[in-house]
């Protein structure tokens, strides 16, 4: 079970600035507590009203997807909805926010959410990659939704290491350089001057770096509301 905290909703205006038409994209997946169709009515609601506050009109619709992770249903459910579109919030893990960056090219996709707990493994037949660390402080919204915590062997913040060469990571040839990824995004949003801003340092007092972490076991077994 994957328990998710929502970002504050002055931190999504922040990424959201000149947008004007926002897509918010819910997750019936196994988002705890859920954030399906009320929640992203709810989201596009607040953002609307936020923006108004401030002078600003934007235009938002939502929908739901069954499990942002899988990029087909992703792309069946969101790629009709894209007309006009110029950006996404994910209300999905951060999984879900790097299957979206993905499948949706034509937008920036941002995270409505900060991953906090992964759960409990588990094993399947063949082979997972491990897109998100749960590390409590989704920076997605600054490297175009892919995380260069989780795919970057050395969870660089401010671009590649010397290392990598020909788009490929120092640590591991088969990996991409994360930070490759990251540009080639950028670069075919029209965002390049993204990578000239200095990341700040990372609070990782939300990470697993304070030893094993816990949540309330009621998160974890939160039963989903009714969608009216």
Known sequence: MIVTEEKPLEEIM???GGHKKILIAGCDGCDQPPRGLREAKSLALLIEMASKLKGEKVETTYTTVIKQCDDKIA???LSPLMEGV???VSLSCGIGVQVLSDVLEDAPVFPGQNTMFMGSEEREMGTVSERCAACGDCILDLTAGICPIARCSKSLLNGPCGGSQDGKCEVDKELDCAWQLIYDRLKALGRLD???E?????DWSTSTHGGTRRTPK????????RRD
Request: proline share 8%.
């Open 86 to 88: 110029d950006a996404v």
């Open 194 to 196: 993204q990578m000239e």
């Open 218 to 225: 009621e998160m974890m077994f939160m039963d989903r509301p």
């Open 198 to 202: 200095i990341m700040p340092a990372k």
């Open 75 to 77: 792309h069946s459910t």
């Open 14 to 16: 922040s990424f959201l």
